[in-house]
């Protein structure tokens, strides 16, 4: 089996794209690769948005926020990850909390489509920044169908045809925090509370 | 970049362990692929625990379901994917609906888990089935993190030291539903809400 890795840290947000298209065998590798993540009792609760023709497509970009508007409109291949809660479980803790599975599943599904992606040599940007019953309505689906993300797919184009501060995103480094704060070995501290955004203001102020 | 889809393909939630310990630089290399796994606004909210001390193994494992703890205790390395909410991003959508991304950012970083475990030839099989509250307190984690899944992880082992009824599991076919039900081109139609256990009811029936 070889080393994956390289695919999972390759990845990353990018945001210049080629214009020439996603062919269809490769798309259909990315769907395969959604297709196989893992649900429990294999609810499949996913569905996978493909935003084909001119009207789907206008309406998908129109959902999405400003920020995302400009940037992911030049990518090739519009998708939206979405899943039905109602196909999936939930359980129940003994404290009576609830937990839900369906977003949980719909992330192993996303992981699976950008893993997959990078090894092709493709940018799949996920992006958190849309109207959520604009999407839906773009693909005209019911509301008992919750959007997880709207995804632009693409070959990685030239850095330069971005604005200028999209630019500086495009080649910073990947900041992560320590392992020793991801990774809590038998007992919690209050280390391994502390957010990302609080590590960037200590390291920063 | 090598191909990955077999990492994805072959990722199948086994049961039977082989007892050889799972290497340290191993296990760091499972890590890595969480850390990098990407979350919006790289808020990170994702904490991986690890049951090392004999205590802390045995106080998770008590937090199994009848039906996992079984095979489970006779994994190497037992650990869980638990998430931070609080460190997360809350979207509202244009009809007021909230979407929280914290469970789907753990989904990403447990696909992740899995298919960087698959490429090295270990298991890596997630349990829905778990109190919550019981897990948290294996780590003296605060009710503030939420367990999103117990992992059981390890080498694998022959199919024939498990019980029959899961001996069947073990070799079973990976179903999935049809590519055209999964993925929704540019319009939803009532097919694609048909969930995957209608769909199999259909099969039998």
């Known amino acids: 089996m070889p080393e994956i890795l390289p695919a999972l840290t390759d990845r990353r947000a990018r945001r210049s794209f080629d214009p020439r298209p996603v062919p269809r065998d490769v798309q259909e590798t990315l769907w395969r690769a959604v ?6 009792g294999n609810a499949q609760p996913v569905r996978l948005l493909v935003a084909e023709s001119p009207q789907a497509r206008e309406a998908l970009i129109a959902g999405l926020s400003d920020g995302n508007r400009g940037w992911a409109a030049a990518s090739p291949l519009l998708v ?11 359980m129940e803790g003994s404290d009576g909390s609830r937990r839900e599975l369906w977003a949980f599943h719909a992330g192993i599904a996303a992981g ?4 997959q992606a990078t090894a092709l040599g493709l940018i799949a940007h ?12 773009a693909f005209s689906a019911p509301t008992d169908l919750r959007i997880l993300t709207p995804v632009a797919i693409g070959y990685p184009g030239p850095v330069s045809a971005l604005p200028e501060d999209l630019q500086r995103r495009e080649t ?8 020793d704060i991801l990774v809590v070995t038998d007992r919690w501290t209050d280390d391994h509370g502390v957010s990302a955004r609080e590590l960037r203001k200590r390291t920063q102020g």
Do not use: K
């Not at 297709?35 to 429990?40: E, F, I, L």
């Not at 699976?112 to 893993?115: E, F, G, K, R």
């Not at 910073?172 to 392992?179: F, N």
């Open 126 to 137: 996920p992006m958190a920044g849309f109207d959520e019953p604009a999407v839906r309505a």
């Open 172 to 179: 910073s480094a990947q900041e992560r925090i320590p392992l």
């Open 112 to 115: 699976n489509l950008m893993a």
């Open 35 to 40: 297709s196989v993540a893992p649900s429990h």
């Open 80 to 90: 939206a990850i979405a899943a039905m809660p109602a196909h999936d479980a939930a």
